[in-house]
């Protein structure tokens, strides 16, 4: 099998607090192949978008890298200088953030801001990146774009910024999008229409997704494997019908089931009984532990580690040790 | 700041003749408010001067019209100023335009050279302090800032005067020339520039405090916008992040400070100018209120108050230049 396009290994990002150290990413392990949407699910603060924000070493202090490797292309992204980190910014790996409406300098037209990355990663002139814009722009499903072009973000709707955004991403054609909640901010039909388009690039170009989000019917829609997270690890893994027709985790059976059913007569929602724990007070035993409904008492004693349950799909979780367990995962 | 009547569609020309409009009938509130305060302060010009037999005082007062209602002396006065007769000073026996005209230029050309480098240097150091926020040298200028705010300017004046002037001799004591110098051309700027230096000095040490901590702050508060991560994961270099994309937005509410510079350019500096001698129009305002002069002080506060209401549409109309969110139509 062709290397992965993205290998996150073993990363750990703390986060260094008054309220002592938070590993937001906890040993966690990753695999993005060329061409594919990978969905990064958890619920809020467990750790999705750190995980995103190290691959570009966006992350700022108090938080630290501290360990682990994050190979693109075979290349350790962790141990690039400034320069070579800058080539890789918006020119192979680029990111799409969760508030289209504050991620846009507001002094600045939108012409300037979708230029500037052709600008500063390619060869091209000013006449030639503006064209370049403008039919960027027409790609995202944008009219009238010479008057955007000269318009400020404030004069726009959260889902044309977010097209924007997209465009701004696309622009130097690059190898990875990171799409970090891009359609939180945005009503549902923004939503479906945002979705679309990613879902469009991804086909036409090949240009491999991280998706990170926490809903889950984003995730049917677009995964061609999901990542599960939870405190700051990653406890499930699989296509997205294994997580979808035979979640094995707990807590991804937890999410499955929290989530509405149509046609399906329901008084109250379910919801997983307690709340995510202090990242920063957690010993050495299953973080989900406190609201697991199958809880043992190895639960409590010792972590469990990811294992596979077949060539795609390995869950973290007590519950499946029976199984004979296999070092490492290789998908 | 806001913009007046800005519900409207104007264009910027338009905007500006309804705001300088507007700033008549506040003007002229406040020409009423300061002759009103100045009146009810007890004692005149004539009070000042204690060697005047009783006679001689109740004489001088019918002249110079003390005795009238204050309603109709307000009225002389306004209508003194529509005909470019802004009073007369007592004190010195000479129209006020004379007396604040020999005076300001050289309090402005103080203020003036003092603002230039306080932006400077507070421009620098507060963008390099936000840089590297908590690092030695942020603390070092934190340290410095509050260490020379917290100094009154009259102790470091003296202070300096004894190192530099008395002590090591390199700086003239204090005045704008030597005494009984009759240098011209280059030479007589040379020797103004000699005097100049500790009071700039000073007031650049008092003022680049307070300004490099705004713009320290406002940096921080800039540089935590998701629009600089965006500019970030474009890969943009960091001189641009900083200097295109977060300085820009930093700058916005330093407008409103840079406005309020403008009448503080012309006022004068008091205290400085009286530890260093210096013959600005703080030391006239100071001499002015000593001796009762309120003619020059009148018309001096009128100035000021005119100068704040010139600044504040000043930075308006930039407000509206540099920020495309606040559009005047």
Redesign the interface.
């Known amino acids: 099998m062709a290397t992965p396009l993205l290998e996150i290994k073993d990363l750990q990002t703390t986060f260094y607090t008054e309220h002592g150290s938070v590993k937001a990413s906890n040993h966690v392990n990753v695999t993005v192949n060329k061409g594919e949407i990978v969905c990064l699910v958890g619920e809020s603060g467990c750790g999705k978008s750190v995980t995103a924000m190290s691959i570009m070493k966006l992350i700022e202090a108090p938080g630290v890298i501290e360990g682990g490797q994050i190979l693109f292309q075979d290349q350790d992204i962790l141990t690039l200088g400034n320069k070579a980190l800058r080539n890789l910014r918006g020119n192979d790996i680029a990111m799409i953030f969760q508030e289209p409406m504050s991620a846009l300098n507001p002094v600045y037209t939108i012409g300037d801001q979708m230029m500037e990355p052709l600008l500063q990663h390619t060869k091209l002139s000013k006449n030639e990146a503006y064209d370049k814009c403008i039919e960027l722009m027409e790609k995202v499903g944008l009219s009238r774009t010479k008057q955007l072009m000269k318009s400020y973000p404030h004069e726009l709707s959260g889902g044309m910024l977010q097209r924007i955004m997209i465009a701004i991403a696309l622009s130097c054609d690059p190898k990875l999008i990171i799409a970090d909640e891009p359609t939180t901010a945005l009503d549902v039909t923004i939503q479906a229409q945002i979705l679309e388009i990613l879902k469009e690039i991804n086909k036409e170009l090949q240009t491999s997704i991280l998706f990170i989000t926490h809903d889950l019917g984003v995730v049917a829609e677009m995964a061609d494997r999901v990542v599960v997270m939870y405190a700051g690890k990653v406890v499930e893994e699989g296509t997205v019908l294994e997580i979808f027709k035979e979640p094995k985790h707990p807590y991804t059976k937890g999410l499955l089931h929290a989530k509405p059913v149509i046609n399906k007569f329901q008084e109250r929602l379910y919801t997983i009984p307690g709340q995510v724990p202090d990242l920063s007070t957690l010993g050495d035993h299953c973080f989900f532990q406190d609201r697991c409904e199958y809880r043992m008492d190895i639960c409590g004693q010792s972590m469990p580690a990811l294992t596979s349950e077949s060539t795609t799909h390995c869950v973290a979780c007590w519950l499946y040790k029976e199984a004979p367990r296999k070092e490492g995962l290789k998908i | 700041m806001l913009l007046l009547f800005s519900d409207g569609g104007f264009t910027l020309k338009e905007y500006i003749i309804r705001r300088v409009l507007i700033s008549i009938p506040i003007l002229i509130g406040t020409s009423f408010l300061i002759f009103y305060l100045f009146a009810l302060l007890p004692g005149d010009y004539v009070d000042s001067n204690p060697s005047l037999t009783p006679q001689r005082a109740a004489e001088l007062r019918e002249f110079y019209g003390f005795n009238e209602p204050v309603i109709k002396r307000y009225f002389n006065w306004i209508a003194g100023i529509f005909h470019g007769d802004l009073g007369f000073s007592f004190q010195y026996q000479q129209p006020v335009t004379k007396v604040i005209n020999q005076f300001i230029w050289n309090s402005f050309i103080v203020s003036i050279i003092s603002l230039v480098i306080t932006w400077i240097i507070a421009l620098i150091t507060g963008v390099y302090s936000a840089m590297k926020q908590y690092s030695i040298f942020d603390s070092f200028v934190t340290f410095f800032v509050f260490a020379a705010m917290s100094i009154p300017s009259f102790f470091i004046g003296l202070l300096l005067i004894k190192i530099f002037a008395i002590d090591m001799n390199l700086l003239p004591v204090g005045g704008m020339i030597d005494v009984g110098s009759n240098t011209t051309g280059l030479a007589h700027y040379v020797e103004i520039g000699r005097h100049m230096i500790l009071p700039v000095f000073i007031l650049v040490l008092l003022g680049t405090g307070s300004l490099t901590r705004y713009v320290r702050t406002s940096m921080l508060e800039v540089v935590r916008?998701?629009?600089i991560?965006?500019?970030?994961?474009?890969?943009?270099?960091?001189s641009k992040i900083i200097f295109?994309?977060a300085l820009?937005?930093a700058l916005?509410p330093c407008i409103t400070l840079l406005a309020f510079e403008l009448p503080a350019l012309f006022s004068g500096a008091i205290i400085i100018e009286q530890v260093f001698n210096w013959p600005g129009i703080g030391q006239v305002q100071l001499e002015s209120l000593n001796n009762r002069d309120y003619p020059v002080l009148m018309t001096f506060t009128m100035f000021l108050s005119f100068l704040t209401i010139l600044g504040n549409l000043f930075a308006d109309v930039a407000y509206a230049a540099?920020?495309?969110?606040i559009r005047l139509k």
């Open positions: 916008q998701d629009y991560r965006t500019a970030r994961a474009k890969g943009l270099k960091e295109k994309h820009k937005n916005l540099v920020d495309p969110r």
